[in-house]
């Protein structure tokens, strides 16, 4: 009696504590090599983007008269949350206030949108975005009542117009 | 075709409106890259497969309201705005939607 007892207090043991501490460790660590590593990137390509001016104002601040006629750019982009994050929004949840993990999370998803948007104008030769829109995207099912099929996630999507400054306004 | 999202374009002036025009779109992935999103909300990372899903749905999306521009014989399309749906987990609906307009470039 007194061995099955100890057989079983190991096993709930294991199933309720030992286990989900595991995983928990486990989303945690993976989580947060990818987020350090996107960040890095981040940082890298935005010292490159430098000389590409991203404003959301509704002129056109230094454009060349005689530039090519101005583009649509976009981007776009969709970063998931991780195991370990999910489960402190969940106790955020419980207790209110804010979500450090989450907002950081949003914030990459922008920098990574706007990245590639300045990027796309980049590539098509062009040195200034304007009037930038954020604007965003419920592929998670968080709003369209997916309930357990819901996934929790950054997506941000964001456009702006793509021209040519003068030199001088550089 | 000249499409920007602001109400006027550098160098050029509008010589005709020609209304509203728009696009859209509702796209999803193939349950096997939905479940591949699944796993990767457990460890963190881009959902690389849903940032496709968005710029194919908005380049569609763009087409289409070009198409409907050109066929009202304008050669730009001004103040692009786009706006979503949610559909369900793993689908997006993209509109698109902007002025046509016929410009020229000033003498």
């Known amino acids: ?4 007892e100890a057989i079983g207090g190991v096993a709930a043991f294991v199933v309720y504590v030992a286990l989900p501490a595991a995983a928990l460790l486990l989303w945690w660590a993976l989580g947060r090599s990818q987020e350090r590593r996107h960040l ?21 601040p230094g454009a060349d008269p ?72 419920d592929i998670g099912g968080n709003a369209s009542g997916a309930g357990k099929k819901a996934m929790p ?18 | 075709m000249i499409v920007v999202n ?9 010589v005709e409106l020609k209304g509203m025009v728009q696009g859209n779109t509702v796209r999803a992935k193939h349950a096997g890259r939905d479940i591949a999103a699944g796993l990767k909300n457990l460890i963190g990372g881009e959902l690389k497969g849903y940032t496709e899903l968005l710029t194919e ?3 569609e999306a763009v087409s289409r309201m070009m198409a409907q521009a050109e066929a ?4 730009a399309i001004l103040n692009v705005r ?11 609906e993209i509109m698109a939607y902007g002025t046509a307009a016929v410009v020229e470039a000033e003498a």
Not at chain 1, 42 to 47: G, I, N, T, V
Not at chain 2, 7 to 14: A, D, H, L
Not at chain 2, 82 to 92: E, I, L, N
């Open chain 1, 40 to 60: 890095r990137d981040l940082a890298a390509r935005e010292a490159a983007l430098r000389g590409v001016l991203v404003t959301d104002l509704r002129g056109f």
């Open chain 2, 57 to 59: 749905s908005r380049r």
């Open chain 1, 66 to 137: 005689a530039c090519p006629p101005p583009e649509l750019v976009c981007g776009e982009a969709a970063i998931a949350s991780d195991g370990f994050k999910s489960w402190v929004f969940g106790l955020r949840n419980l207790f209110g206030g804010e979500s450090k993990s989450f907002t950081a999370l949003f914030e990459r998803a922008r920098r990574e949108a706007v990245a590639r948007m300045a990027e796309a104008a980049r590539a098509r030769g062009f040195d200034a975005v304007c009037n930038v829109r954020f604007s965003t995207v």
């Open chain 2, 6 to 14: 602001t109400e006027t374009v550098p160098g050029c002036r509008i």
């Open chain 1, 153 to 170: 996630m950054a997506v941000c999507t964001v456009s702006g117009t793509a021209y040519r400054r003068l030199s001088a306004a550089r």
């Open chain 2, 72 to 75: 009202l014989g304008a050669n």
């Open chain 2, 82 to 92: 786009f706006s979503t749906s949610a559909v369900t987990a793993g689908a997006s």
């Open chain 1, 1 to 4: 009696m007194g061995e099955e």
